[in-house]
């Protein structure tokens, strides 16, 4: 659900985090670079075009609902369990997650660069 940004500095090359405030695993992904876009199809996917992504930590899996329901009081899920995933949740429900999150750490959601 969220990109973890700016690495704790003892594990800056760790591949797995665990958040502590969250239980969130996240892994590390590399500095890479790679050709994005398309000269066949939509428009707006051209052209084709050299891309360049930092370095960040990107969530394993799904939020569960017990992670979320540590920061937001509502949980509008339709599959009901604390080791489910959250859904039924909108953009701005996932922002306002991760703003709830008072850690020391970047939270976001991630980029179309990062899927």
Known sequence: MATQTSA????????????PS?????????RSCFKMGTEDGFDFKSPVHKVSVDEFYLGV????QEQWMKFMPNNH?????????????????????????????IFRLNIQTER
């Open 61 to 64: 899996f799904e939020a569960t």
């Open 8 to 19: 704790p500095e003892s594990s800056a090359t760790k591949k797995r985090w665990v958040s």
């Open 77 to 105: 899920s339709k599959f009901i369990g604390s080791s489910q995933p959250v859904e039924r949740i909108s953009w701005n429900d996932a922002k306002s997650y991760i703003e709830e999150n008072k850690s020391p750490w």
């Open 22 to 30: 969250t239980g969130i695993t996240f892994i590390h992904i590399h």
